[in-house]
């Protein structure tokens, strides 16, 4: 089971720090992911990061430079910091896992946490 929490109401330009803790699930063998969704749309691929130490990393065009994924492995967690947050950061946010795939972590999700970035 995966749990994501951290989301809040926050201000155009604060900081954020999502996490993800994995109840039953060893982290370190699955590849995790963050993605979001607001009302309406898809829900959009956000960061991912691989299995183990985590050495892989990848993020979306519109987060890179501004939010980093990163894992805590001994603990189960995964966090996605976020910072510069901007108005069109409001989501839903939810935390995925999968064993075999890096490139499409849909194996198991967690419920969402919300962000909302006032202007």
């Known amino acids: 089971q995966l749990q994501a929490y951290g989301g809040g109401l926050v201000q155009a330009g604060a900081s954020l720090r999502l996490s993800c803790a994995a109840s039953?699930?060893?982290?370190?063998?699955?590849?995790m992911g963050w993605f979001r969704q607001t009302p309406g749309k898809e829900r959009e691929f956000v960061a991912a990061i691989g299995k183990g130490s985590g050495v892989m990393r990848r993020y979306a065009d519109s987060v890179k430079g501004r939010f980093a994924i990163s894992r805590d492995n001994p603990n189960n967690t995964v966090y996605l910091q976020m910072n510069s947050l901007k108005p069109e950061d409001t989501a839903v946010y939810y935390c995925?896992?999968?064993?075999?795939?890096?490139?499409?972590?849909?194996?198991?999700w967690g419920q969402g946490t919300k962000v909302t970035v006032s202007s």
């Open positions: 039953g699930r060893t982290t370190s063998s699955y590849h």
């Open positions: 995925a896992a999968d064993r075999a795939s890096y490139f499409s972590i849909n194996e198991y």
